[in-house]
């Protein structure tokens, strides 16, 4: 980790609100894979502070839509992402109704960029923290143009599991842990930009499909496979697609962290 | 490494994926284990090429997907769908239905998969001597299946049937055409045979609820519905149903069916290495750190309010333990520090219960123990004071027991020990002087029922005469019972005696009232026990307690205000004998009903002057309103609530009550027509009173003088309104109007609870 609790300190949270800092290391400021590594390392601090601030999963998914929806229409240089990503995560327990506090989020945050650290003062630093959240929450509902709630798979994944589960046996499906094979992945697939790109039922049956191919599972085969049934308008490629997207995170995690 | 699940991936995927696996998880000492197992296993596809990829990842994350602690949701009893309106989520139709999977398949996937338990649905299509066939239209329990087009039919035995009595055959309440729902006996599954039961006891214990046997047609389950009109109309396809069910737009669908499925959401799993819950520690968790920042701030500002204190700044210092203890309920530093502020203060009370609090929560801490200690027997000096020795000396042995060392409490101890034993042996001797004079006599247990008695006498007098008249009079027959044992008076003690008079006044009141209203309607068993239980906890009034200084302080006290209540308690009580549950309202409520009140009268003149028409209607209303006052005042009495709203009823019905106890006082007389008269009323419309009400007028005599009797008055209040409101004229009633009231009174205890005497 390239210690992301320099970046965020009081100081530096100042310019943040300045559009156009390009003062980051100018050799791979064009490069997309460095981006996408950053975007990486952001949605594992929103995943990682979620878990800690006892979010659920609906809301944690909302934040990284958030997030990368922002930073779809902006360049990633304009503004100090980790700050984006504490305003998401408040945002985001706002639009899906788990209220939290910004004082819980700076408190985790803080402690996620200087772990081991003593909680922060209630001083000047921290309010400028929370004042700062708070700005950039703005921030961000001008540039999605308040268009800030969104679909997503999850309850689509877990209507779907109830209905494939009645086509196994009981006692086999009791014995295959595809549900939480397949929440893992859905939650997994948030840590890109991929849950943008794809539809929600897409995104859906694809981790239901990969879960199942994981464990072996075999379904039977009528006139229509079992997710041509579920969404009319799904193809094998797009359920290749989205896979091997989510492959990839899993292979830059190793990469990144 | 669940070894069953990984031969399940390897038969899928086959060779390649065994290659990937040894390569990738070679330093697994867990698959290693099992691998010498797994290569024995038959790969039953190696032709049909897999995604590689997948495979790759598959073999990457073996370890987590086969760890047996990753399958985190427990094998749920299968719970039956809530058919009721509320669908908490989309209830579909199964899927086999829009994958048309061919019939013999499904035929032999249901035969597989059916278990005992299961509860199925079906019409009944054959009657025989020893039971009936039933021709299988859907599950509507455990397995959820399309079954409608597969022609299964199973035997109900006459045996499965629940026994309805010893008589007829228990076949003749079913029909050809019924539609059944049974749960599943027995399944030969090479035979196909099905048997079915409806006998509860074949039901699994999870879905006991389930009633069998005879359903109609709107019982049927929702997704079979869903699937007869899927299945007609192709346009119906599951994406369609999914979103227009009720359920799918629950908001909180994806939390009810995590849960339904196992799934934790606060322990997320994860397949990422980074994410594993195993990796989070308790300490970074937001309630953890808030915990020790909060803690850290709440010191603070106590650090603050000693340096306030130091410098003598009481309020300050005060205010900065307060904002501690918000911040940080129980910290132990703030609750010492006010507490010991609060002892320096002199609220010595208040100081006991922070140093308490703080001990709770940090029972070692040492200053807590010293001051707590030190208040303990300064509170002990100040009972002693009050002569409450046994209460102080309590206190002090508390005291000894937090510091058995303390000079103080032990000396404090020692003395009152003396004295109360001292005052003990005084106590014996004049005792036993008396028992030499009266020897004869009774003993003192039976003095003290004689006492009891008289007591009970005394109050039902009183009762009596409350009931009957105003409450100044009960009031006063109190005070002379009990006041003679009150006159030491203190005036060191004055301020607190007079707010234990204000309560003790306020209870005094309350009970005062209630017996008035029992007296009218005391008949439930419940009330009278209510009662006795009251009467009991109001009797003895020991020398120093409030109920001394009930009448000596009382008048000072409320000074003008309390005449107020006084006089408006009267004419309430004159007006409404049973309406008075309003009494027991604090002052505020009370003096904001007079208000209400003054203006409702205004409003009555205005309209009594005008019309006679708009007061019958009133009355009516009034009448209709009181009655229920009646029926559930001690419902009432509880829901002050309750009581606030319709006070406004009831007063204004007030005044029209006299004329309603004037009829019901003469039904004490022609009892059975007067309530005739009283029903019909209820149910004449408001129109329709008038004309009743001067059919009444012909009837009633007594009642004419009544109202002739509020015509002058409401002509008074015209008069000098603007002053006096309707207090005044209540006193000028005419004094047979007194009478009758009396009567009514003593009529209805009469037929109330019998005589209590």
């Known amino acids: 980790m390239e210690g992301p609790s320099s970046r965020l300190s009081a100081s530096q949270v100042k310019h943040v609100k300045l559009p156009g800092r390009r003062d980051s290391s100018g050799d791979s400021e064009t490069d997309p894979s460095r981006n996408m590594k950053t975007h990486f390392r952001v949605c594992r601090f929103i995943m990682e502070t979620g878990v800690k601030l006892g979010m659920r999963s609906v809301p944690v998914a909302t934040a990284c839509v958030l997030y990368h929806r922002f930073f779809e229409r902006v360049s990633i240089h304009a503004y100090e992402p980790y700050l984006v990503a504490m305003s998401c995560i408040y945002l985001a327990g706002k639009v899906e109704e788990q209220h939290l506090r910004t004082r819980d989020i700076i408190n985790v945050s803080h402690r996620y960029f200087n772990s081991g650290s003593a909680p922060l003062e209630c001083d000047k630093e921290f309010w400028d923290l929370r004042d700062s959240v708070v700005q950039c929450e703005l921030l961000i509902l001008r540039q999605l143009n308040f268009h800030i709630s969104f679909e997503h798979p999850h309850k689509y994944l877990l209507h779907y599991l109830l209905s494939v589960k009645s086509l196994v046996n009981r006692h086999a499906w009791s014995r295959t842990p595809v549900a939480e094979t397949s929440w893992a992945l859905l939650r997994d697939c948030y840590h890109g930009a991929m849950c943008i790109r794809h539809t929600p039922q897409h995104i859906a049956i694809a981790t239901l499909y990969l879960a199942l191919k994981s464990y072996g599972v075999e379904l039977p085969v009528g006139e229509k496979e079992w997710w041509q049934v579920l969404c009319e308008d799904v193809t094998k490629a797009d359920i290749d697609a989205v896979i091997s997207d989510l492959l990839q995170l899993y292979d830059m995690e190793a990469k990144c962290i | 490494m669940d070894r069953d699940l990984l031969k399940q991936c390897l038969r899928y995927h086959g060779e390649s994926l065994f290659n990937k696996l040894k390569c990738e998880q070679t330093e697994n000492p867990d698959f290693q284990a099992v691998a010498s197992d797994l290569c024995k296993a038959t790969y039953e596809r190696g032709e049909e090429q897999s995604n590689p990829l997948v495979e790759q990842f598959i073999a990457r994350k073996a370890d987590i997907l086969f760890c047996p602690s990753w399958k985190t949701a427990t094998a749920q009893e299968d719970e039956h769908e809530e058919e009721e309106a509320a669908e908490p989520y989309a209830i579909m139709p199964p899927l086999e239905l829009f994958m048309e999977v061919s019939y013999e398949e499904r035929r032999s996937m249901m035969y597989r998969d059916l278990e005992k338990g299961d509860i199925v649905v079906g019409r009944i299509n054959n009657i025989r001597e020893y039971g009936f066939f039933l021709t299988l239209l859907c599950m509507a329990g455990g397995l959820k299946r399309e079954i409608e087009d597969l022609e299964l039919s199973a035997l109900c035995h006459v045996r499965e049937l629940p026994s309805t009595g010893s008589h007829d055959d228990p076949l003749a309440y079913f029909q050809t055409g019924d539609l059944i729902r049974a749960a599943v006996k027995d399944i030969d599954r090479y035979q196909e045979k099905i048997t079915v039961s409806l006998q509860p006891a074949s039901l699994p214990p999870s879905s006991e609820q389930i009633k069998l046997g005879v359903i109609t047609r709107e019982e049927l389950p929702l997704h079979y519905s869903r699937s007869v009109r899927a ?461 009743e009400s001067r059919g009444r007028q012909d009837f009633h005599k007594v009642e004419e003088v009544m109202r002739r009797a509020e015509e002058e008055r409401s002509n008074k209040n015209v008069g000098n309104h603007n002053e006096e409101g309707d207090t005044r004229p209540k006193k000028d009633l005419p004094a047979n109007l007194l009478n009758i009231f009396n009567q009514i009174a003593q009529f209805e205890k009469e037929k109330g609870g019998q005589p209590k005497k």
Not at chain 2, 468 to 491: P, W
Not at chain 2, 527 to 535: F, H, L, N, S, T
Not at chain 2, 647 to 657: D, H, P
């Open chain 2, 231 to 691: 299945a007609a109309d192709s346009t119906e396809t599951y994406g369609y149903i999914l979103g227009g069910c009720h359920g799918y737009h629950n908001p909180s669908v994806v939390d009810y069916l995590l849960e339904k499925v196992g799934i934790s959401d606060t322990h997320p799993p994860s397949m990422m290495r980074g994410l594993q819950s195993n990796l989070f520690k308790e300490e970074d968790f937001a309630s953890v750190i808030r915990k020790k920042q909060s803690a850290s701030w709440a010191l603070k500002c106590v650090r603050a309010g000693v340096d306030h204190f130091k410098h003598g700044r009481h309020v300050e210092a005060m205010n900065e333990y307060n904002k501690a203890l918000e911040i940080d309920t129980n910290n132990v530093e703030a609750l010492v520090a006010r507490g010991a502020l609060y002892a320096n203060k002199g609220s010595i009370v208040k100081a006991i219960t922070d140093f308490e609090l703080a001990l709770e929560s940090c029972p070692d801490h040492r200053n807590a123990k010293k001051y707590l200690c030190q208040t303990l027997v300064e509170r002990g000096k100040q009972l002693e004071e009050q002569e409450k020795l046994v209460t102080a000396e309590g206190l002090y042995r508390r005291a000894l027991s937090l510091d058995d060392s303390n000079p103080e409490a032990q000396e404090a101890l020692r003395k009152i020990t003396d004295a109360m034993q001292k005052s003990i042996r005084l106590r014996e001797e004049a005792l036993a002087k008396e028992q030499d004079k009266a020897k004869s006599g009774p003993t003192s247990a039976e003095k003290l029922r004689k006492i009891l008695k008289e007591e009970k006498r005394m109050k039902k007098k009183r009762r009596r005469s409350s009931s009957s008249s105003s409450s100044s009079t009960s009031r006063s027959s109190t005070s002379s019972s009990s006041s003679s044992s009150s006159r030491r008076k203190s005036k060191k003690k004055k301020k607190k005696q007079k707010r234990k008079a204000e309560r003790a006044n306020k209870r005094h009141r309350r009970i005062s009232s209630r017996e008035s209203r029992r007296s009218e309607e005391g008949k439930s068993k419940k009330d009278r026990k209510d009662k006795d239980e009251e009467e009991l906890e109001w009797y003895p009034a020991p020398p120093n307690t409030s109920a001394t200084f009930l009448n000596q302080t009382g008048g000072l006290v409320f000074g003008a205000r309390d005449e107020e209540e006084v006089e408006e308690r009267k004419i309430s009580q004159l007006y409404s004998l049973s309406a008075a549950s309003e009494e027991e309202d604090d002052h505020s409520s009370r003096r904001e009903r007079k208000g209400r009140d003054r203006e409702d009268s205004r409003t009555r003149k205005n309209s009594q002057s005008r019309s006679t028409e708009g007061r019958d209607m009133s009355r009516e209303r009034g009448r209709e309103d009181n009655r229920k006052d009646r029926r559930d005042s001690d419902s009432k009495r509880r829901s002050s609530l309750d009581d606030k709203s319709k006070r406004r009823l009831s007063c204004s019905s007030a005044e029209l009550e006299n004329s309603q106890k004037s009829a019901s006082g003469n039904s004490a007389y022609k009892h059975p027509e007067a309530r005739m008269r009283r029903n019909s009323s209820t149910r004449n419309s408001l129109d329709g009173g008038r004309i």
